[in-house]
Nanobody
Framework: QAHLVESGGGSVQAGGSLRLSCAASGRIFSINVMGWYRQAPGKQRELVAHITSGGSTNYADSVKGRFTISRDNAKNTVTLQMNSLKPEDTAVYYC?????????????WGQGTQVTVSS
């Protein structure tokens, strides 16, 4: 009913920047929280940042001050600006959104986009 598609991943050197974008499409009545998660090889998927429909944000301590999450409610998109990247940020990044497509809210996930930070 709804789909999330990420873009913007890639490879950069430590200290560089990347911007990830995620667009929701399909049948969408409303979107509650949107966020970004990441998963490094052999590790648990973790929350990076999320943002409510009203613009309230929350960040993992490891990225606070370096990453910025934003959204455009009119376009159903969410963006993650990543600055001062570190090798520890290397992971597959997934977009997540709680969407009411028809009768209820459900979690939707993007396909994931690779972010690689070299030292």
């Amino acid at each position: 009913q709804a789909h999330l598609v990420e873009s913007g991943g890639g490879s950069v050197q430590a200290g560089g920047s990347l911007r990830l974008s995620c667009a929701a499409s399909g049948r969408i009545f409303s979107i509650n929280v949107m966020g970004w998660y990441r998963q490094a090889p052999g590790k648990q998927r973790e929350l990076v940042a999320h943002i409510t429909s009203g613009g309230s944000t929350n960040y993992a301590d490891s990225v606070k001050g370096r990453f910025t999450i934003s959204r455009d409610n009119a376009k159903n998109t969410v963006t993650l600006q990543m600055n001062s990247l570190k090798p520890e940020d290397t992971a597959v990044y997934y977009c997540n959104a709680n969407i009411r497509s028809t009768w209820r809210y459900d979690d939707y996930w993007g396909q994931g986009t690779q972010v690689t930070v070299s030292s």
